[in-house]
């Protein structure tokens, strides 16, 4: 399971837009977003870039750390 850093995100509604942004990747499944910790983690079926993710997140409206 890969983890990520995540900034910007307050409230249950930035949890749910971020794991609908990741989940919507090819490749990427049972993504799990903790706002406590500021973080997501995620498996992947196959290799995805980084700068993928952190796109994703971003057009959600947040910043991977």
Do not use: N, Q, W
């Not at 850093?5 to 090819?26: Q, T």
């Not at 903790?34 to 980084?50: F, I, M, N, R």
Request: aromatic share 4%.
């Amino acid at each position: 399971m890969k983890s990520i850093k995540i900034k910007g995100m307050s409230c249950g509604h930035c949890v749910m837009a971020v794991e609908r942004a990741l989940s919507a990747i090819a490749g990427i499944k049972d993504v799990k977003v903790d706002l406590k910790s500021g973080s997501a983690s995620y498996e992947e079926t196959k290799p995805v870039d980084a700068k993928i993710i952190a796109d994703a997140v971003k057009k959600a409206g947040y910043e991977v750390v």
